[in-house]
């Protein structure tokens, strides 16, 4: 018989070391939410940037990912990954820390903008990488589609509470002045993690490997895993599209709609509840779908409803701006919560940080690409004109996974049936030999799919 949810949470915040990894995330969360909505109003409201510098300063937010991305994991994989995330959380609220003061004494420009924005974005891919990679050291296996449930539900929280506490420090105290909540997050994430005690093993050197080979090894075992190879397509996609709703959505806001800054605030959380329901209800609907399925299905219902962002207007046509955002962040965080969970237990644990780096390279480098896509089409064209792109662009990612083993599948399979450990490239055989071998089974397996076997 399967446990109630409620004993699952009770189980997960009854863990000292989990209870601090989740707070410490819900301080950086918090604080990144309030500067989604201050940073790209400094860049409109107070040095009047341009459509596309907006979209260069959002590009150069994620650009870390196409520029470190890959040897990023393979680096993470020779060391622990506690300090690695201290260290990220510290480089972050300095780098964003440095805004207020120069924009009291009116040097604050542009370029300063976009350096902040990739500083942060290269310690953001080490902390991401190593934050999924150090959570099953964490917690047992069983525990691990819970405690990504709970670490979605504290980033879906935080993008309800943030950008509303985000839009009216905006108001009340200048753009440039709210960001210092986020630096104040991640000092408070850093310190809450150097209190963690779990035990963390510094992997084992491989004598006579290479960056470039062990790089490849974790290219290699996602590309050679068909699930993996789809999830990372469909994803791809769906970042793509939404670096191009980034990018546009602020100069949308205040030059098409007239939208204040509070107003904005309040749409982002009003907009972000969807994704707090995502994650709560994402563990019940794997158990009454199968995990499998919900990773295709939460896009399929959902994408379609992107639709609504080019048809919004001021004043009450506001309401399809958010019902569209809502939506979609709900199919996003229960897609992200199934696969996530799926990664981590089908990657044997040397593996981890290179399978991770992979997949956000893969899924989080088109990030820069769709954000200056959607600069450009927004200077040239309008910022609706650049939402339409975004909506049509999202009708797409259902497609990688119902053209996969997935549609035909209810679970999803485990790491090598033989309990063994298979690594690099015969990993990713081995795992996708298992995978097809299941697509017959998953389809009328009844047991529950909360059952991850490894972020």
């Not at 990739?118 to 990679?133: I, M, R, W």
């Not at 509070?262 to 995502?278: C, D, K, P, R, T």
Request: hydrophobic fraction near 50%; aromatic fraction near 6%; include cysteine.
């Amino acid at each position: 018989m399967n446990e109630k949810p409620s004993s699952h949470q009770a189980r997960l915040l009854g863990h000292r070391d989990f209870r601090l990894l989740l707070t410490g995330a819900a301080a950086a969360q918090t604080g990144s939410q309030v500067t989604l909505v201050a940073l790209p109003l400094v860049a409109v409201m107070v040095l009047d940037a341009t459509p596309f510098q907006v979209g260069l300063l959002t590009a150069a937010e994620t650009a870390a990912f196409l520029l470190v991305g890959l040897p990023a994991g393979a680096w993470l994989d020779r060391m622990r990954k506690l300090p690695v995330l201290i260290r990220a959380d510290v480089v972050r609220c300095l780098a964003v820390g440095s805004i207020p003061p120069a924009a009291a004494f009116g040097v604050l420009t542009m370029p300063q903008l976009y350096v902040v924005a990739l500083v942060t974005g290269v310690a953001t891919v080490f902390f991401d990488v190593a934050h999924q990679s150090f959570l099953p050291a964490v917690l047992p296996r069983e525990q691990l589609v819970g405690g990504n449930g709970a670490l979605e539900t504290v980033r879906s929280s935080a993008q309800i509470a943030g950008p509303g506490l985000g839009g009216g420090l905006v108001q009340l105290l200048g753009a440039p002045l709210a960001i210092v909540a986020d630096a104040c997050g991640y000092l408070a994430s850093a310190l809450l993690l150097v209190r963690i005690k779990a035990e963390e093993p510094r992997p084992e050197p491989a004598p006579g490997r290479s960056l470039r080979a062990e790089v490849g090894e974790g290219v290699r075992f996602v590309l050679g895993h068909p699930l993996l190879r789809a999830i990372a397509t469909a994803t791809a996609t769906s970042n793509l599209f939404s670096a191009v709703l980034t990018a546009v959505q602020t100069v949308f806001w205040v030059r098409v709609l007239d939208l204040s800054p509070g107003a904005i605030g309040v749409l982002l959380s009003v907009s972000a509840v969807g994704g707090l329901a995502g994650a709560l209800c994402a563990g019940q609907l794997a158990r009454w779908i199968g995990q499998a399925r919900l990773i295709w299905v939460s896009t399929v219902v959902t994408a379609p409803f992107a639709l609504l962002w080019p048809l919004s207007g001021s004043g009450a046509g506001v309401v399809l701006f958010g019902l569209a955002s809502g939506v979609v962040l709900f199919g996003a965080v229960a897609y992200n919560v199934a696969q996530v969970s799926f990664r981590q237990s089908v990657c044997p644990p040397e593996l981890l940080g290179r399978m991770n780096a992979t997949m956000r390279f893969l899924v989080w480098g088109t990030l820069p690409i769709g954000a200056l896509v959607g600069g450009l089409v927004a200077d040239q064209a309008g910022p609706r004109t650049a939402l339409w792109l975004c909506a049509a662009g999202f009708l797409l990612v259902p497609l990688p996974l119902l053209l996969s083993p997935l549609r035909r599948m209810r679970e999803l399979p485990g790491p090598d049936r033989t309990g063994g450990q298979a690594s690099g490239s015969d990993a990713a055989e081995d795992v996708a030999e298992g995978a097809t071998k299941d697509v017959t089974k998953g389809a009328t397996d009844e047991e529950s799919a909360v059952s991850p076997s490894a972020p």
